[in-house]
Structure formats: structure tokens, C-alpha cells
């Protein structure tokens, strides 16, 4: 079923946001934020497909030897660069909320504090 | 709104989410096939360019000012979590003492290290010919000088990252990829046009700017690895409130 890779996809997405909504501690939230990410690595390797195909360096292959597509390659490694800064600046916020607030439960955070 | 109708709003668009997907992908073009356009005018581009890894190649010359945006990004939210984990008021350091080592492990980590950093300086430096290239060489470096931190303890990790140096390489990355870009428009191109002569095809010194940029990346990534696993470290081992708590100790 040729549909199937990009469901998988749509899954993973599911998942983290399901994860994310239903989270009661914020270091899980960021990592079912991670998770949604990789969604999208999953997506674009599978649009990037081509059967029968290899990596998309000629250091040892012939120039006219049929290869994925790397441009949705060098799209997802953008998008896992990002998100380790995203998760590393997000884990930064959670460490300070937990100092001041004394908990990373979301639910507990619901009043302002200075 | 109480948790239990919260499910309900999260089940409702979660189920909208997944038809409205489902739908698209059945006019997706089909797994696996071969019509790919962007691609395969890419591959040509990066053989032209004389880029044996053509994912370099996108990343580092036809896409190069997209690059240039990933590394601010990167750059950005590394000075944000330096912001983020500084010493506050009620903290104070204290310096983490010397850690008992099983020698099994001492042994291992010390004899990995040079291995780890030298792959990764190999996988920055062949980033326009193999898979690899700045961002994932840079991870692989700066995980070999933490091997240190595992190996022995937390004051020799200290000793061989000299923190300063590294916020300072930080910049300097950043600053050599808008650099490379510069020299584009004085060699009478466009910025970050890739104006150096070509080399020949598969060599170390092929690709013209792209081993350069690599190069830049490579510095920049690096060092912000090593930033900010010395903020969040420096969390975990060295700040602590000023009456001794590890943390929620401002409430107290």
C-alpha cells in the first residue's frame, strides 16, 4: 500500500500532539514535542522516495545512478536542527519554571506568579 | 474547563486532523515513484558544482541562505539558554566535587575520546563527499569532549573546555558563514554565490565555498553543543540556592 509511509507520518504527529495535551509534566510535554517533530522527518523522507534508489552521494556510484531525492534531505536535517534548539531552549524554561514554581505539572501552573 | 471535556475538544480535532490528512495523502504523488523534479535538477546542479554529496550541496550552495537562517536559529536559542540559566538572585556556585570512576569505564571513555573526535573532525571535513557534514560533525565533537565528563569527572571536563573560548568560537562561526556569503558579492556574484574555482570532482578540496561553510558550521555547532550542555550541567552540578537546596529552594 503505497499510502502507508505517509500515514505513518500523520500517526507519529497524532501521537506527540495527543501526548503534549494530555502531558502533566512539562519535560514530557517537550518530548512528545519531539516526537511531533519527527513526524515531519518521516514525511519528508518518504515524499523524497524513489524505489530501487540509493543515498544521493556519487563519491562511489555512477553520475547517472538513480537516487532519492536530497533536497527533502537537506530539509530534514534543517528540521532536526531545529528541534534540538527548540527541545534545549524549552528544557532551559522548564528547569527555571520548576525553581520558581517548585513543580512542572502544567495544571499547577495556572496562576501568575512574580 | 475540567480534564474530561478537555479529552473530548482534544479527541474531536485529533479525529478532524486525521481525516482532513488521510484525505490530502490520496492526492499525494505515490510512495516510491520517480517523478521527482526538484530533485533530480538538484543532483544535476550539485555534479555541475562538482559536490559529490549533493545534500551538501543543496545545503551548502543552492540553499545556502536558507542555511545561513538554520544557524541563527541555532545561534539565537543558544544565547536564549544562556539568558535562561544563568545564576540568579538566592544562587549561588559551588564547585562539584571529584567523582568515584568504575576503571573499566575511565579506560574506555579515555580511550574513545581522541577516536570520537577525530571521526568527527573527519565527518566536517568530508561533508561535500560523504554523508555528513558541519552540523553532524560538530554534534560528534563536542559529544567526544564530554566523554570526560563520563570518563573521569566534572573539574577535567572544565579544564578542557575553556567556556569563554567556546561562547567566542560560537560567534565566530556565525560570523565566518555571513563572511563566506560577503565574499560572493565582492568576487562580483551574488551573496553567498559560490565563487570559488570548482576543484576537481571528488576531492577534499572540490566544491568550492562548500567545504568552507562546512567548515564555518562545523565551528559554530561545536561550540554550541558545548555552551549548552555547560548551562544545563552547570544546573545540575554548580548552582544551587543559598540555603543548599538543589531546587524549588526560592519558595522556601
Known amino acids: 500500500?503505497?499510502?502507508?509511509?505517509?500515514?505513518?507520518?500523520?500517526?507519529?504527529?497524532?501521537?506527540?500532539?495527543?501526548?503534549?495535551?494530555?502531558?502533566?509534566?512539562?519535560?514530557?510535554?517537550?518530548?512528545?514535542?519531539?516526537v511531533t517533530q519527527s513526524s515531519t522527518y518521516v514525511l519528508l523522507l518518504a515524499v523524497g522516495y524513489r524505489k530501487g534508489a540509493t543515498a544521493p552521494v556519487f563519491s562511489d556510484l555512477p553520475v547517472d545512478a538513480p537516487v532519492v531525492d536530497p533536497v527533502v534531505q537537506a530539509l530534514a536535517l534543517t528540521d532536526v536542527v531545529v528541534g534540538a534548539t527548540v527541545t534545549a531552549l524549552l528544557l532551559a524554561l522548564v528547569v527555571q519554571t520548576a525553581k520558581r514554581h517548585g513543580t512542572v505539572d502544567p495544571d499547577e501552573l495556572s496562576e501568575l506568579k512574580g | 474547563m475540567t480534564r474530561r471535556l478537555r479529552l473530548w475538544v482534544l479527541t474531536a480535532g485529533l479525529l478532524a486532523t486525521a481525516a482532513l490528512y488521510v484525505a490530502a495523502c490520496t492526492d499525494l504523488p505515490a510512495f516510491g515513484g520517480s517523478w521527482h523534479p526538484y530533485g533530480d535538477r538538484a543532483?544535476?546542479?550539485?555534479?555541475?558544482?562538482?559536490?559529490?554529496?549533493?545534500?551538501?550541496?543543496?545545503?551548502?550552495?543552492?540553499?545556502?541562505?536558507?542555511?545561513?537562517?538554520?544557524?541563527?536559529?541555532?545561534?539565537?536559542?543558544?544565547?536564549?539558554?544562556?539568558?535562561?540559566?544563568?545564576?540568579?538572585?538566592?544562587?549561588?556556585?559551588?564547585?562539584?566535587?571529584?567523582?568515584?570512576?568504575?576503571?573499566a569505564l575511565r579506560r574506555y571513555g579515555l580511550l574513545v575520546l581522541p577516536v570520537t573526535l577525530l571521526i568527527g573532525l573527519y565527518v566536517i571535513a568530508h561533508g561535500q563527499l560523504s554523508p555528513g557534514g558541519g552540523f553532524q560533525g560538530g554534534v560528534v565533537v563536542a559529544t567526544s569532549l564530554h566523554l570526560l565528563y563520563i570518563a573521569v569527572d566534572y573539574k577535567a571536563l572544565e579544564r578542557i573546555r575553556p567556556l569563554g573560548?567556546?561562547?567566542?568560537?560560537?560567534?565566530?562561526?556565525?560570523?565566518?558563514?555571513?563572511?563566506?556569503?560577503?565574499?560572493?558579492l565582492i568576487a562580483g556574484s551574488a551573496y553567498l554565490a559560490n565563487t570559488l574555482p570548482l576543484g576537481t570532482f571528488n576531492t577534499l578540496s572540490s566544491g568550492g565555498t562548500v567545504p568552507l561553510l562546512n567548515a564555518a558550521v562545523g565551528v559554530e555547532v561545536t561550540s554550541a553543543v558545548v555552551v549548552l550542555l555547560a548551562h544545563f550541567l552547570g544546573q545540575a552540578l554548580e548552582i544551587e540556592s543559598e540555603d543548599g537546596a538543589k531546587d524549588g529552594g526560592r519558595e522556601a
Open chain 1, 1 to 34: 500500500m503505497s499510502l502507508l509511509p505517509y500515514l505513518i507520518a500523520g500517526w507519529v504527529f497524532l501521537v506527540g500532539v495527543h501526548g503534549i495535551a494530555t502531558s502533566r509534566n512539562l519535560i514530557h510535554a517537550v518530548g512528545c514535542l519531539a
Open chain 2, 43 to 103: 543532483v544535476r546542479a550539485a555534479l555541475q558544482q562538482h559536490t559529490a554529496n549533493a545534500v551538501s550541496s543543496v545545503n551548502f550552495d543552492q540553499r545556502a541562505f536558507d542555511t545561513l537562517g538554520e544557524e541563527t536559529v541555532l545561534f539565537s536559542s543558544v544565547l536564549g539558554t544562556v539568558v535562561l540559566l544563568r545564576r540568579t538572585r538566592g544562587e549561588k556556585r559551588v564547585a562539584p566535587g571529584p567523582a568515584e570512576v568504575p576503571a
Open chain 2, 165 to 184: 573560548l567556546f561562547e567566542l568560537a560560537d560567534g565566530t562561526g556565525e560570523a565566518a558563514y555571513i563572511l563566506l556569503g560577503a565574499a560572493g
